[in-house]
């Protein structure tokens, strides 16, 4: 994205603790108007940290559906685009992205 539309993107995951707060973090409101969401569905989110730690409260259902019922509501809450991540490419995902936010190649 960087070389054909000059964008530099970067990953802020939220945490349990940025939920609870029920607003953005800090260092992401100076940036409000560049945020753009990914989601992805609970079941998926699950078989993926129960690779890193399983059976874990981290890793259960429960645990999982929570965070991401949370960041969705974050989401709504602040008006911020977003999409479910979790049937689409990186290629697939950074081209909704693009359309989502308007933005056109700069470089050719």
């Known amino acids: 994205m960087a070389m054909q539309f000059g964008i530099r993107a970067a990953n802020y995951p939220l945490t349990e ?11 992401l409101k100076q940036h409000r ?15 993926i ?11 259960s259902y429960a ?3 929570f965070e991401v ?3 969705e509501s974050l989401f709504r809450r602040e008006n911020i685009p977003n ?6 490419s990186v290629e ?4 909704k992205v693009l359309v989502e936010k308007g933005v056109e190649r700069r470089f050719k």
């Not at 129960?50 to 409260?57: A, D, L, M």
């Not at 999409?83 to 689409?88: G, L, Q, W």
């Open 33 to 47: 108007e560049k945020l753009f969401g990914l989601t992805i569905d609970p079941d998926r989110l699950t078989a």
């Open 69 to 71: 019922r949370e960041v």
């Open 83 to 88: 999409i479910n991540s979790t049937h689409f």
């Open 92 to 95: 697939e995902i950074s081209a």
């Open 49 to 59: 940290r129960h690779e890193r730690k399983p059976n874990s409260r981290y890793s």
């Open 17 to 27: 603790d940025d939920m609870e707060r029920l607003q953005l973090p800090p260092a």
């Open 63 to 65: 645990q999982c559906e």
